[in-house]
């Protein structure tokens, strides 16, 4: 288990333990509706978690079969780390369960944990290699992410969580080759915000590399950048302006 000195003077504060769920579970359920708008859908797979702020060894978690551009917040279910729904009528995704009650087991400091099968991010995993620091954005990541390089099928088995985990270690993100891209955060602003922006990175240094050698950014430079673009309160405060379009777009997410 990896416990790490977490700063989270920045986010929110709540009166009472129903108001911090409240507030997590519609995150959530904006996060979904934001996966679906940016087309990180891919049939049953992909799947965003939030730790419950009462029952710490719980998460939630979206339904098995219920689109990205349908959940609601009372959609969400409520899994423990033995993989019983607690609360809820649905159905669990095994390798939901299988990745990411592994890794809130492991790293008691993340809150949120997303992965998908987004486009660009499962094409640039085929290649087995971490992203370079070749955009201001890019460099969000930079020393911050691993390669998951043990692609054994679709995660159903919770050893392989396990290695994710350990792997993952104090990194914010990971890439699993020939599957896709995994975030963490402290919030689940942070880790959607940070699958996001990895993406759209991904997309950036494929199109660069299709067309030329990409210059890289010097590494004393993408360090500092790294500290200011990619710190937890950057990214949750770039995560705000997408949950509110969402939520004035879409409203009855909140449901």
């Known amino acids: 288990m990896t416990t790490i000195d977490v700063d989270t003077s920045y986010l929110p504060a709540f009166s009472t333990v129903e108001e911090e769920r409240l507030h997590r579970k519609q995150r959530l359920a904006a996060s979904f509706r934001l996966f679906g708008k940016f087309g990180f859908d891919e049939g049953v797979a992909g799947h965003i978690t939030a730790r419950d702020p009462e029952l710490t060894d719980h998460f939630w978690v979206n339904p098995f079969m219920k689109n990205f551009k349908q959940i609601k917040v009372s959609d969400l279910i409520l899994v423990d780390h033995s993989g019983n729904i607690v609360e809820g009528d649905a159905m669990l995704?095994?390798?939901?369960?299988?990745?990411?009650?592994?890794?809130?087991?492991?790293h008691p400091h993340v809150i949120a944990a997303a992965h998908s099968h987004s486009l660009y991010g499962k094409t640039f995993s085929t290649l087995g290699r971490s992203l370079d620091p070749i955009t201001q954005d890019a460099c969000a990541f930079f020393e911050d992410h691993v390669v998951f390089d043990d692609f054994?099928?679709?995660?159903?088995?919770?050893?392989?969580?396990?290695?994710?985990?350990?792997?993952?270690?104090?990194?914010?993100?990971?890439?699993?080759?020939n599957h896709g891209?995994?975030?963490?955060?402290?919030?689940?602003?942070?880790?959607?915000?940070?699958?996001?922006?990895?993406?759209?990175?991904?997309?950036?240094?494929?199109?660069?590399?299709?067309?030329g050698t990409p210059i890289q950014i010097?590494?004393?430079?993408?360090?500092?950048?790294?500290?200011?673009?990619?710190?937890?309160?950057?990214?949750?405060?770039?995560?705000?302006?997408?949950?509110?379009?969402?939520?004035e777009e879409q409203p009855d997410l909140l449901d």
């Open 93 to 106: 995704n095994g390798a939901a369960f299988a990745i990411h009650s592994r890794i809130h087991a492991a």
């Open 152 to 177: 054994t099928g679709v995660v159903l088995d919770t050893s392989e969580g396990d290695r994710i985990a350990k792997q993952l270690g104090d990194c914010k993100a990971a890439i699993l080759r």
């Open 181 to 211: 891209l995994l975030t963490v955060g402290r919030s689940v602003d942070e880790a959607v915000w940070s699958y996001i922006t990895m993406e759209r990175s991904c997309q950036a240094q494929l199109g660069a590399e299709a067309v």
């Open 218 to 247: 010097d590494a004393d430079v993408a360090r500092t950048t790294q500290a200011m673009v990619g710190s937890p309160i950057s990214c949750w405060v770039s995560f705000q302006p997408l949950y509110d379009s969402i939520v």
